[in-house]
């Protein structure tokens, strides 16, 4: 979601509260800490993460500045976690270690701390569950408040979404984010004319990235495809500071309105100059440079030889198995690339995964996996069978509406090509 770039230079100072060992972040969210450089670097690694910014490394200070302070030591392990890899796991797991010896003498520190805990151990519904009740405790906590919609989103909570975005607006009425959130949140309730008025009252307030990502997901659900590859190029400008994920992810937007329009050179052209251009080892750009890949040929377009240089980047997760909705992107990479052996390793983890867990989740995830590498493969036959089983459960796979299509689109060419 963000960036974790060394920082460089003097901390902004941010105004203070109070005083004593208890202080309070400029959004008065009481920390246990006596230092009041620890508590402007979480406040500040805190606004990073609400503006999709590349100052997320400053958490670091936090720590150093004061290393009793729990809630750094959180704030460490959620950015481990937004990396979504097996050693962004055991670090985050090791800053918990640390968070739990440290000072946390508030409610809802204890209660952001085993929310992330939950988080860490994989059980994404109990986080989510945790986080809810610091909100009822910390109402005006934003960040709170965006990390439980990201883990809302990864399990299909969009329902849920709606609620968390609705209090937002109610305790942040003139802040541009919170405004943003809701839009999302409405988009992925199927309330699109909704979703865009939301979307333009966080424009009217900041020319927020995330509110122009709400706008293309309703003008993509309404089919004005070629008024949103115009809206986006238009405000593309806003993008420019915003991290690699944000940046890439818009851009990636852009390049489906130019699919959809029968632009295949300029979709292509976005992937090579945008899409495909700044953190290659982040996920989250992978997974954009994956699904764009996928789209251009599920269009009848020819992606090349660039397979091969995203699915070599994507070769050491295959036995993650951390992110259902990262893995199905994954074995698409990973068989179109012909990383055989990753493929295999993706194939086996998720299999013996799903064979040793009662969660019929793991389960589609393993089916819809073989599904789309037998695509891959042009064992048309195959994939219909995994891709079907697999789909009713595609809503709770993590990934926006958007996101999600490219599953259904591989299912449809899958049948197409049985048929003919």
């Known amino acids: 979601?963000?960036?974790?770039?060394?920082?460089?230079?003097?901390?902004?100072?941010?105004?203070?509260?109070?005083?004593?060992?208890?202080?309070?972040?400029p959004r008065g969210i009481a920390l246990s800490t006596a230092s009041s450089r620890a508590m402007q670097a979480v406040h500040r690694f805190e606004e990073t993460v609400l503006d999709y910014g590349c100052d997320g490394a400053v958490i670091l200070?936090?720590?150093?500045?004061?290393?009793?302070c729990a809630v750094a030591h959180t704030l460490v392990a959620a950015a481990q976690l937004f990396k979504s890899t097996r050693a962004g796991v055991s670090a985050a797991k090791a800053s918990l270690a640390a968070a739990r010896t440290s000072r946390a003498d508030t409610p809802s520190e204890r209660l952001l701390i085993a929310a992330v805990a939950h988080w860490a151990d994989d059980d994404l519904h109990a986080a989510a569950s945790v986080l809810d009740r610091l909100l009822v405790e910390q109402p005006r906590?934003?960040?709170?408040?965006?990390?439980?919609?990201?883990?809302?989103?990864?399990?299909?909570?969009?329902?849920?979404?709606?609620?968390?975005?609705?209090?937002?607006?109610?305790?942040?009425a003139h802040d541009a984010r919170a405004h943003a959130m809701h839009a999302f949140a409405l988009d992925q309730n199927g309330q699109h004319a909704a979703a865009e008025r939301a979307a333009h009252r966080a424009l009217e307030i900041a020319p927020d990235p995330w509110a122009h990502h709400a706008i293309a997901h309703a003008m993509d659900a309404?089919?004005?495809?070629?008024?949103?590859?115009?809206?986006?190029?238009r405000h593309?400008?806003?993008?420019?500071?915003?991290?690699?994920?944000?940046?890439?992810?818009?851009?990636?937007?852009?390049?489906?309105?130019?699919?959809?329009?029968?632009?295949?050179h300029g979709a292509t052209a976005l992937y090579d100059t945008h899409v495909w251009t700044r953190r290659k080892d982040y996920c989250q750009d992978q997974i954009n440079a994956i699904s764009l890949l996928a789209r251009l040929e599920l269009a009848g377009a020819d992606a090349g030889d660039r397979w091969h240089d995203v699915a070599a980047r994507v070769a050491d997760r295959a036995g993650d198995a951390v992110d259902p909705f990262l893995d199905l992107h994954y074995a698409y990479a990973l068989a179109k690339g012909a990383?055989?052996?990753?493929?295999?390793?993706?194939?086996?983890?998720?299999?013996?995964?799903?064979?040793?867990?009662?969660?019929?989740?793991?389960?589609?995830?393993?089916?819809?996996?073989?599904?789309?590498?037998?695509?891959?493969?042009?064992?048309?036959?195959?994939?219909?069978?995994?891709?079907?089983?697999?789909?009713?459960?595609?809503?709770?796979?993590?990934?926006?509406s958007v996101q999600r299509q490219l599953f259904?689109?591989?299912?449809?060419?899958?049948?197409?090509?049985?048929?003919?």
Not at 222 to 233: I, K, P, Q
């Open 141 to 172: 906590h934003l960040f709170a408040a965006k990390l439980l919609h990201y883990l809302q989103l990864a399990t299909g909570n969009v329902s849920g979404m709606l609620k968390v975005a609705d209090r937002a607006v109610m305790h942040h």
């Open 1 to 25: 979601m963000f960036e974790t770039h060394d920082t460089a230079g003097a901390m902004t100072e941010l105004p203070v509260a109070e005083t004593s060992t208890v202080l309070r972040t």
């Open 339 to 400: 990383q055989t052996a990753a493929s295999e390793t993706l194939l086996t983890t998720l299999e013996a995964r799903a064979r040793q867990s009662d969660d019929p989740q793991h389960r589609a995830v393993w089916q819809a996996a073989v599904g789309i590498h037998a695509f891959c493969h042009r064992d048309y036959a195959t994939a219909i069978a995994g891709l079907t089983a697999a789909r009713p459960r595609f809503n709770a796979i993590g990934g926006s």
């Open 408 to 420: 259904d689109q591989t299912l449809a060419a899958a049948q197409r090509e049985y048929r003919n």
């Open 222 to 233: 309404t089919g004005r495809y070629a008024e949103g590859r115009d809206w986006m190029h």
């Open 61 to 68: 200070d936090a720590v150093a500045a004061d290393p009793d």
């Open 236 to 264: 593309a400008d806003a993008w420019s500071g915003c991290s690699s994920f944000l940046f890439t992810h818009n851009w990636w937007h852009a390049a489906l309105f130019h699919i959809a329009v029968g632009d295949h």
